[in-house]
């Protein structure tokens, strides 16, 4: 199932890169090592963010989360070469496009 998950998020990342001119991925290996990335992002930075940011998130009734999930996906333009995202607005288009294919596939 994990690896599943890698895959449409892989798909997703180069799907996105020939719509939107502000995410550039270079082949699906870079968007597979990405998504692996994101994974592990999620997994060990993510909690520690979320339970900073708790007040924040609950005054806006869980929206700051897209916030959070742009600024994981920016964490992961930085960290993986050939995978790029020109700025802020452009990761947080991808993560409300990653939130939506997640919410209908999984």
Do not use: E, Q
């Amino acid at each position: 199932m994990l690896l599943v998950r890698w895959l449409v998020i892989a798909i997703v990342f180069l799907a996105s890169s020939y719509f939107l001119p502000g995410i550039h991925v270079k082949s699906f290996w870079t968007a597979l090592i990405a998504a692996i990335v994101l994974s592990i992002i999620n997994f060990f930075v993510k909690p520690v963010v979320i339970i900073l940011t708790l007040p924040i998130n609950f005054l806006t009734l869980g929206l700051f989360t897209f916030l959070i999930n742009a600024l994981m996906i920016w964490l992961v333009s930085a960290i993986v070469s050939g995978f790029v995202i020109d700025g802020f607005m452009w990761a947080f288009i991808l993560a409300l496009i990653v939130t939506v294919v997640k919410i209908f596939i999984f």
